[in-house]
């Protein structure tokens, strides 16, 4: 047997093995052979030349040839041929056809050998992780069991088969042992490409994979029959999960613990001994918090659907077991129902009430100019500010049991005498401040609202007109507090840590449809300038013919 023949059915041997080891197409395994030869061939015959290879998948015979064009005048003696040369290789050839010149097979030695089949290997390597990654990547969410293959810098290698995944550290429930050679279930958060293959990240600590156990532990959930709305984790300590169920004769709540707690246990055990209460989820923002506080009971919540904030009252024996242990039965709880919740004792929410009616009952009687018992009447009413007296319907003022029209007709000119004063207070700030007249002529934004802009460094359209949407509305997100210690003013101003610093006017409360409309009019004279543009190049170019 020839060195060649031996060659090709080493590379056929290669090509069967690697193809049903590797599980991909065998194809791909030939083709890459075939670039191989190509390769090994350009090394033979000149690297200028466009050499192609074909191989017999079922006989190994190899076919070698180089494709040149037909030209008038040879420039690239490598891959051009006259018409004449043209017309030996194929009768007929005209310019401009490309046409096929044989070459005798190469005899592959060791050294063409041993390259031929790394290129082999390589294209193999990157046609398996491409099949790994076809295989995981629309198995994100999906709950995957594998073998632990070592513990790298604190990393769990996960082996899954025909693929590895990683359990990173912040993503292990703490304190529990990774022991190589043990089985471990998990859930694929995330899988992406990298030249190393793919990147499958997975994850015990997610509030996903506590789900998906439930699923599988409880047939309800896996039918669809009882559903779980919300969850938050405290991986390895506590968790929280919200179920609903659709069909009233079976109760959510009973259905996931299960008889005798084995359905919840079960989970339980897979999770360390994670406790998890089961908590019935409502439609009902307040309804939902107050269950999401359990054991604690609750007294009173005060919802601020604007703010996405709650306050809690508990009784002052509740207040430990309500905020939990460093906080975390409080930090559950706004995980869950997706609010910020504040946890008052009753003697601090009424000290909050008597301090927010002393201020409000000042205020009105400094701007409106009354008397304490007036004062406190409307605050009383519930009005809390000036706009509220100003721009309410006259009637309702007048409604208040002793006012009549004359008393509400002299209460609505006087708070708008007073908003006109802190209009023309903010605005000479706003002046001060070097912040742009043009400004004041955007739709929505008040002259308060101005110098905050001035202060945060935005003093004309151009500075205005850099901002994107959430730049400038989006509101202040502040961490969960354990307990409301200040009760002074309104939420927003508190001392707290900062989660999201929100945009410059975030604490006003503009909706996205009045920040897109502000700005959009603080970006109209780019527009304008343009269109102003246009025409004046016609006119110069109209006057440059004539």
């Not at 490598?78 to 401009?96: R, S």
């Not at 309500?322 to 003697?347: C, F, K, P």
């Given at each position: ?513 009045q920040g897109n409309v502000i700005i959009m009019a603080a970006r109209a004279h780019w527009f304008e ?18």
């Amino acid at each position: 047997m020839s060195a060649i023949s031996a060659n090709k059915a080493e590379l056929l041997a290669i090509a069967n093995a690697v193809a049903s080891e590797k599980m991909i197409d065998k194809s791909i395994v030939i083709e890459a052979m075939e670039e191989a030869i190509q390769k090994s061939a350009r090394n033979r015959y000149g690297a200028e030349n466009d050499i192609r290879a074909k191989l017999d998948p079922l006989t190994g015979d190899l076919t070698l040839w180089r494709v040149v064009e037909v030209v008038e005048e040879v420039e690239d003696y490598f891959k051009q041929v006259d018409l004449k040369q043209g017309d030996k290789l194929q009768p007929g050839a005209k310019v401009g056809d490309f046409i096929v010149d044989p070459l005798p097979p190469v005899d592959l030695g060791r050294i063409d050998a041993q390259s031929a089949k790394q290129v082999i290997f390589q294209k193999v390597r990157d046609a398996e992780r491409e099949r790994q990654f076809e295989e995981f990547k629309d198995r994100q969410g999906e709950v995957i069991t594998g073998v632990i293959k070592s513990v790298e810098f604190g990393h769990v290698i996960v082996n899954l088969g025909r693929a590895e995944g990683v359990i990173r550290r912040d993503q292990q429930i703490p304190r529990e042992a990774a022991r190589t050679g043990e089985r471990v279930r998990a859930l694929i958060t995330k899988v992406e490409r990298n030249n190393r293959g793919p990147q499958i990240f997975l994850s015990r600590a997610h509030p996903d994979f506590m789900k998906k156990l439930f699923a599988q532990e409880v047939p309800e959930i896996y039918d669809g029959i009882i559903e779980i709305k919300a969850a938050a984790r405290d991986a390895g300590s506590r968790a929280k999960i919200g179920v609903i169920s659709r069909d009233g004769s079976i109760d959510p709540v009973g259905a996931c613990v299960g008889m005798k707690g084995s359905r919840v246990q079960a989970v339980v055990q897979e999770l360390q001994g994670e406790k998890i209460d089961i908590i019935p989820w409502s439609e009902d923002t307040a309804t939902f918090v107050v269950n999401a506080l359990q054991p604690a009971t609750v007294s009173r919540v005060v919802l601020d659907e604007d703010d996405g904030r709650i306050e809690v009252v508990v009784p002052d024996d509740q207040l430990s077991l309500a905020i939990g242990r460093r906080g975390q039965n409080v930090r559950l709880a706004s995980q869950l129902t997706g609010h910020q919740i504040d946890i008052m004792t009753e003697e601090e929410a009424s000290e909050k009430r008597t301090k927010e009616f002393a201020e409000r009952s000042k205020m009105f009687e400094e701007e409106l100019d009354v008397d304490e018992t007036l004062s406190q009447l409307l605050v009383a009413e519930g009005f809390a500010e000036l706009e509220e007296v100003g721009y309410v319907d006259l009637a309702e003022l007048a409604s208040i049991e002793g006012f009549d029209n004359d008393l509400a007709e002299e209460l609505q000119s006087r708070a708008l005498e007073a908003l006109e004063r802190q209009e023309a207070a903010h605005r000479q700030v706003r002046r001060d401040l070097g912040v742009e007249d043009a400004l004041a002529e955007i739709p929505h934004l008040t002259e308060a609202m101005l110098v905050t802009l001035g202060k945060a460094g935005i003093k004309t359209l151009d500075d205005l007109a850099d901002l994107a949407t959430d730049e400038l509305i989006a509101k202040k997100r502040e961490a969960p507090r354990r307990r409301n210690n200040d009760a002074a003013g309104p939420p927003q101003r508190r001392p707290q840590r900062e989660t999201d610093k929100g945009g410059v006017l975030g604490e006003y409360g503009l909706s996205e449809e009045q920040g897109n409309v502000i700005i959009m009019a603080a970006r109209a004279h780019w527009f304008e300038d343009d269109a102003v543009s246009v025409p004046t190049e016609e006119a110069a170019d109209a006057d440059s013919t004539q």
